[in-house]
Antibody
Framework: QVQLVQSGAEVKKSGSSVKVSCKASGGTLRSYGINWVRQAPGQGLDWIGGIIFVFGTTNYAQKFQGRVTITTDESTNTAYMELSSLRSDDTAVYYC???????????????WGQGTLVTVSS | QSVLTQPPSVSGAPGQRVTISCTGSSSNIGAGYDVQWYQQLPGTAPKLLIYAKSNRPSGVPDRFSGSKSGTSASLAITGLQAEDEADYYCQSYDSSLSGVVFGGGTKLTVL
C-alpha cells in the first residue's frame, strides 16, 4: 500500500519561500506523476501543478507560473514543491497526490499525502 | 469562481438517495475529458471516490456511482449513511486553462 508522507507545518514571512516535501513509501513513483493541490482555510481544492516523476516534466497552473517550482529526487522517492514570494493568501494546507500513467493533467489522483499547513504572516 | 460548478450543499435522510451535480463547459467536461470525484471527511485529505466518470477504486462501496452527460457530471449516493457526511469535489481538465480544475465542493449533510 503506497503512502505519501509530507513534511511538517511551516510558518513563513511574507515575501519568503517555502519548500514542501512528499516522500513515497511502499512503492516507487517511477511510473507515476505527482500533483500538488492546496486548500485555503474553509475553501475548496486548487491545483498548483504537477510533475512526471521519472522524466521531470512539469505543468503549472497559470496563476502560479513564475512562483512555483516542482522537482523530484528519484534516489529518495521524494517530490518537492517550492512556492516563492509568499503572501498572506498563500496560507493553506498543501497536498501532494499520486497520478497513475504519467497523466498529470487529465488523470486521477489516487493516493494523497496527509497535507502540510503553510501559514504566511506579515 | 470555480470552472466546474457544484451546489454548495445537499442533504438527505439515512437510506435515501442523493445526487451531486458538476456543471462544466465545452472546454472541460463537454470536450470529453474524464471526470473524477473525491470525498473529503472533516480534517482529512481528499480520497478518490470515482474516476474516469464511473469507475470505483477498490474499497469504495457500490453505493457510490458516477455519470456524465454533455457538459455535466453527477455523483449519486444510494442508501445514505451517517459516515457519508463529508465534502465532495469533482475534478477534470480544462483545455482553455491547460490545467486541472476542481469544482467548488458540495457539503453533504445526513439528516
Amino acid at each position: 500500500q503506497v503512502q505519501l508522507v509530507q513534511s511538517g507545518a511551516e510558518v513563513k514571512k511574507s515575501g519568503s519561500s517555502v519548500k514542501v516535501s512528499c516522500k513515497a513509501s511502499g512503492g516507487t513513483l517511477r511510473s507515476y506523476g505527482i500533483n500538488w493541490v492546496r486548500q485555503a482555510p474553509g475553501q475548496g481544492l486548487d491545483w498548483i501543478g504537477g510533475i512526471i516523476f521519472v522524466f521531470g516534466t512539469t505543468n503549472y497552473a497559470q496563476k502560479f507560473q513564475g512562483r512555483v517550482t516542482i522537482t523530484t529526487d528519484e534516489s529518495t522517492n521524494t517530490a518537492y514543491m517550492e512556492l516563492s514570494s509568499l503572501r498572506s493568501d498563500d496560507t493553506a494546507v498543501y497536498y501532494c497526490a499520486r497520478v497513475p500513467y504519467y497523466d498529470i493533467l487529465t488523470g486521477y489522483l489516487d493516493y494523497w499525502g496527509q497535507g502540510t499547513l503553510v501559514t504566511v504572516s506579515s | 469562481q470555480s470552472v466546474l460548478t457544484q451546489p454548495p450543499s445537499v442533504s438527505g435522510a439515512p437510506g435515501q438517495r442523493v445526487t451531486i451535480s458538476c456543471t462544466g463547459s465545452s472546454s472541460n467536461i463537454g470536450a470529453g475529458y474524464d471526470v473524477q470525484w473525491y470525498q473529503q471527511l472533516p480534517g482529512t485529505a481528499p480520497k478518490l471516490l470515482i474516476y474516469a466518470k464511473s469507475n470505483r477504486p477498490s474499497g469504495v462501496p457500490d453505493r457510490f456511482s458516477g455519470s456524465k452527460s454533455g457538459t455535466s457530471a453527477s455523483l449519486a449516493i444510494t442508501g445514505l449513511q451517517a459516515e457519508d457526511e463529508a465534502d465532495y469535489y469533482c475534478q477534470s481538465y480544462d483545455s482553455s486553462l491547460s490545467g486541472v480544475v476542481f469544482g467548488g465542493g458540495t457539503k453533504l449533510t445526513v439528516l
